[in-house]
């Protein structure tokens, strides 16, 4: 059997972590193996031939998790084929922070150099009963903005286009975005 695929998270509310699961379950189901967790917990990536790498999105960012995740293997990262996606209320929400988001800004140079084959940005799901008081009070603009976000068709088609492109050349140079 081939190496697994890498499909890790950051995610505070767990959105991006179902979204993460879905991916990986397109991606079982097209007959590779994969191994889904969070970002943090990753120690290694010497056995994965793959890494997909998704973050919410919390004011303009990747979360922590995620960027630490970037910094930390950027080297391993540059000899694999890597996806990431985002998760977020972008073009949901008539805010200008989230408005014409698409790259998370501190990993803007990071991206230039690993040059990922794609980065899509997917819609988030935004519940205020589910916010830190912290989260509620932080954010101001986005009172009024609630819901779930998530396009699974959309989520389902990209996932199978990763599963195209390593099914194709086994390092899949194509760009995917959504
Ligand atoms: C405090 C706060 C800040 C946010 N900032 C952004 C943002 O800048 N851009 C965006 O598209 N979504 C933003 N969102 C929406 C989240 O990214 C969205 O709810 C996401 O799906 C949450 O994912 P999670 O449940 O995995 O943490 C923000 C949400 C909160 C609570």
Redesign the pocket.
């Known amino acids: 059997m081939k190496e697994p695929v890498l499909v890790a ?11 993460a699961e879905a991916v990986a379950r397109v991606l079982e189901a097209r007959g590779l193996a994969v191994h889904c967790c969070p970002a943090e917990a990753v120690e290694a990536l010497a056995p994965y031939r793959a890494v997909v790498l998704g ?7 990747w ?1 922590v998790e995620a960027s630490d995740f970037v910094r930390r293997f950027a080297p391993e990262l540059a000899q694999r084929p890597l996806w990431c996606f ?8 008539p ?1 200008e ?2 408005q014409g ?1 698409t790259h998370p800004r501190l990993l803007t140079s990071l991206f230039a150099e690993l040059q990922p084959q794609g980065h899509a ?7 205020p009963r ?2 830190s008081v ?3 009070w ?2 101001p603009s ?1 009172r009024g ?1 609630r819901g779930d ?2 396009d699974w068709e959309a989520i389902t088609a990209w996932a199978n286009g990763v599963a195209d492109a390593l099914a194709g050349s086994g390092q899949g140079r194509a760009a995917l975005e959504v």
């Open positions: 998270y950051a995610s505070r509310y767990g959105a991006t972590r179902e979204i973050s919410a999105v919390y004011e303009g960012d979360l985002s998760s977020g209320t972008a073009g949901a929400a805010t922070t989230m988001w940005v997917f819609g988030g799901r935004l519940e589910r916010l912290g989260d509620w932080r954010y986005l903005v976000f998530r």
